[in-house]
């Protein structure tokens, strides 16, 4: 059974950093690029950050590059996504999404995303 569980999340005050990890069971995570993407409330959905293998091809948002980086640990099957610097604007639920390495364009087009997690909630607030 393909399934994606994004854990991590939580209450952080404004400056604080935390590491969502998406875990993958069923299918080789090392095949597959991974997208982070977030839903703020009230707001559509938008893609964050996204990569294919470690050391390779990776695209972010203007909002959080340099304070977010994503990488894969293929060993535990799981993608990571560290925030640094978090910001109240980062508030969202955080979710995970895969789309098999033969059709990652290193890009955040929702819709060339296959399996998607059940998202976490991140709150950025004092």
């Known amino acids: 059974q393909v399934e994606l569980v994004e854990s991590g999340g939580g209450l952080v005050q404004p400056g604080g950093s935390l590491r969502l990890a998406c875990a993958a069971s069923?299918?080789?995570?090392?095949?597959?690029?991974i997208g982070w993407f977030r839903q703020a409330p009230g707001k559509e959905r938008e893609g964050v950050i996204c990569?294919?293998?470690?050391?390779?091809?990776?695209s972010s948002v203007d909002s959080v590059r340099g304070r977010f980086t994503i990488f894969k640990d293929n060993a535990k099957n799981t993608a990571y996504l560290q925030m640094n610097g978090l910001k109240p604007d980062d508030t969202a639920v955080y979710y995970c999404?895969?789309?098999?390495?033969?059709?990652?364009?290193?890009?955040?087009?929702?819709?060339?995303?296959?399996?998607w997690g059940q998202g976490t909630q991140v709150t950025v607030s004092s």
């Open positions: 999404a895969t789309v098999p390495l033969s059709r990652f364009l290193g890009q955040l087009d929702q819709a060339n995303y296959k399996f």
């Open positions: 990569l294919g293998n470690n050391g390779g091809m990776t």
């Open positions: 069923g299918f080789p995570l090392e095949y597959y690029g």
